[in-house]
């Protein structure tokens, strides 16, 4: 039989054992503050007459007793169950777990009403260590981040993420200040590393996209096939000839622009051309066939000022039929039939020659 005493003691145990299971979320609303930012906190003021609300490093900022006083960076407002505090301008001292304390009671132990977390995302800048709108597969590429004047007042992070691959630069950093970071990544390059770059800032459980400068994308050389509308192995001159150009995922941050050549002819496909994502076209170049187009077709990629040769499937020369004609070649077939005509008549010399000998084999006789 368990006495009086075992049953309250027994019962203590169990609501301690609940009330220490059941934990208490005081994070505050919308997670973090961000330095320089105006940020509200709101608190149960129902069992108060009058209150003050303590900061996170016991500095009392506002006192509502009967009504609020505001003191510089810091103001509050209450009805009957409820006082919003208004921080002016987040700073690092913010950081950390905000009370409000009865204002009427000596040495009254103040309850605690959220914890704040701080944070300020940096400013994010990449670079790499070579051409990034064009790049080959299985190239060792290092890009990187700088990062300046981020603060965390738990655990700072960055995630970089290249096409659809996520690396993570850094994580569970503390800071105690405003920070600056230069992270660098190597990888060899995949073809799921194609695509936009981002970088994300991580604040304990707070997510953050930042707006970088510099690299925002990965792309390969565009794909390239070059077709035409009749046969260019056996072209005759003046032939109007169409070749289409299928260029496929490309990319440049500034302007892009395809020169095409076809034998010792180059001509300007797109020029000027201004993209914000991955972009595939399709150009129709027709001309009149002429001596200077046969030879090598080939396509040249600009990106500002880079210049690259792609490598393309499809109709790679222009060449001239077999029974085209040159200048210059009746002229030739002419005279080797003169030359053939005037080996073959007999010459004055031996006409008189053969006369004589008629002449004498008829003496003879």
């Known amino acids: 039989m368990l006495n009086q005493n075992h049953v309250l003691l027994l019962l203590g145990l169990a609501v301690s054992f609940i009330g220490g299971a059941a934990s208490t979320d005081l994070s505050c609303p919308d997670g973090v503050g961000q330095i320089g930012s105006e940020y509200t906190i709101v608190g149960d003021r129902s069992n108060y007459t009058g209150f003050v609300w303590v900061r996170p ?3 009392y900022v506002v006192t509502c007793n009967p009504s609020c006083s505001p003191v510089a960076g810091y103001n509050a407002t209450m009805n009957n169950t409820h ?3 208004s921080i002016e301008n987040v700073m690092i001292k ?6 409000i304390r009865d204002a009427t009671v000596t040495d009254a132990v103040a309850d605690d009403v959220c914890q704040l977390m701080v944070a300020s995302p940096p400013q994010c800048n990449i670079s790499s260590d070579t051409d990034t709108n064009a790049l080959e597969l299985g190239t060792n590429l290092t890009l990187t981040l700088e990062l300046r004047g981020y603060y965390c007042s738990q655990q700072a992070g960055f995630d970089l993420t290249t096409g659809s691959v996520t690396d993570v630069m850094l994580q569970n950093q503390t800071t105690n200040n405003i920070t600056d970071t230069v992270q660098h990544h190597s990888f060899n390059v995949t073809s799921d590393h194609f695509g936009d770059v981002s970088v994300i800032f991580r604040c304990d459980s707070s997510n953050k996209p930042l707006t970088c400068g510099g690299v925002s994308k990965l792309t390969g050389p565009p794909q390239c096939n070059i077709s035409s509308d009749t046969d260019t192995n056996a072209l005759e001159l003046g032939t109007n000839l169409t070749l289409t150009l299928e260029l496929k995922g490309y990319y440049c941050s500034q302007q892009a622009g395809f020169d095409l050549t076809t034998g010792s002819v ?4 797109l020029q000027n051309q201004t993209s914000n994502n991955i972009t595939d076209t399709v150009q129709h170049h027709s001309f009149n066939v002429t001596s200077d187009h046969f030879g090598d077709v080939s396509v040249i990629f600009r990106c500002d000022n880079s210049n690259r040769t792609l490598s393309c499937g499809g109709v790679s020369k222009l060449t001239a039929a077999t029974t085209t004609t040159t200048p210059g070649s009746t002229e030739t077939s002419t005279n080797n039939s003169n030359s053939s005509m005037q080996t073959s008549s007999p010459s004055p010399s031996s006409i008189a020659i053969s006369i004589a000998i008629a002449i004498a ?3 003879a006789i």
């Open 83 to 85: 006082s919003t505090l």
């Open 57 to 59: 490093d016991d500095r």
């Open 266 to 269: 180059t001509d300007v496909l």
């Open 94 to 99: 913010d950081s950390g777990m905000w009370k």
């Open 361 to 363: 084999i008829a003496i």
